[in-house]
């Protein structure tokens, strides 16, 4: 039975690491969708009922390693999101006319209803760099918080974090507060080039992550000298209809 993790990938390791196939980092394809609210359950159902049976084919059939869904909870301007997981040489046009195929081949009238309720939508590949996940964690609520960085300030950047945060986020977890956390690097659109996603099991425990965050790097600190522009958005897990 195919296993859908709710966030990325999970690892047995509970200490930090980068993320490496064979010839590279795995990847993300994020498909943002702007859905009315009055759509989502409708939608929902559809999701659960025609795309996750075709997703979890795809992933038997190794077309892709993973997928997840999220819904809107504060931030941003899309209301789903949808996460295709796959390794560094696949090509996601494939993936894509075969995904959208196969649903339109399963329920044509449900495939249309779909397409029908995206107002907008968006898509980003990011790189995964670093996955912090331990199995069986609750990740039901995601900040994602995104940042434009200087290429030029990048290895600093990224070192910053590996050597001041990084450490910290694994206290976090260790003490119950966070159950991981993931880092993606740019590949391809949008205005972000690096974002770090804090998973957790409750919103409760968010500001006191933060409070250590900013303990260990507080705002004086050449770290927040390096990007340019920044964003957060808040995510929760979609659940199925009930």
Same mark, same amino acid.
């Given at each position: ?6 966030? $990325?990938?999970? $690892? ?9 196939? =064979? ?18 359950? +409708? ?5 659960? +009922? ?39 040489? !696949? ?67 990224? =070192?910053?974090?590996?050597?001041? /945060?990084?450490?910290?986020?694994? =206290? ?6 966070? +159950?991981?956390?993931? /880092? =993606? ?37 050449? $770290?927040?000298?390096?990007? !340019?522009?920044?964003?957060?958005? $808040?995510? +929760? ?6």
């Amino acid at each position: 039975m195919i296993r859908r993790l709710p966030v $990325l990938l999970a $690892l047995c390791s509970a200490s930090w690491s980068p993320v490496a196939a =064979q010839d590279g980092p795995l990847r993300i394809y994020t498909a943002l969708y702007n859905i009315r609210y009055s759509d989502v359950p +409708q939608w929902t159902e559809d999701y659960y +009922q025609h795309s996750v049976p075709v997703l979890e084919a795809m992933v038997s059939e190794g077309i892709l390693n993973n997928f997840n869904v999220r819904m809107h909870h504060t931030g941003g301007e899309y209301t789903i999101r949808q996460g295709f997981i796959a390794g560094p040489e !696949t090509n996601y046009e494939t993936v894509w006319n075969t995904y959208l195929g196969r649903l339109a081949e399963a329920d044509a009238a449900a495939f249309e209803r779909g397409n029908r309720m995206i107002l907008a939508h968006a898509d980003e590949i990011w790189n995964l760099s670093v996955l912090n996940i331990p199995d069986g964690a609750d990740t039901r609520y995601m900040y994602s918080a995104m940042f434009r960085i200087n290429f030029a300030d990048m290895a600093a950047w990224n =070192q910053a974090w590996a050597d001041e /945060v990084f450490p910290g986020l694994d =206290q976090a977890m260790a003490d119950g507060l966070l +159950q991981g956390y993931v /880092v =993606q690097e740019h590949n391809t659109g949008g205005q972000y080039n690096w974002k770090i996603a804090y998973l957790y099991d409750e919103w409760d425990n968010l500001d006191e992550v933060e409070a250590r965050i900013f303990g260990a790097v507080p705002l004086d600190h050449p $770290l927040w000298a390096m990007f !340019t522009a920044h964003r957060d958005e $808040l995510w +929760q897990e979609l659940a199925p209809p009930s």
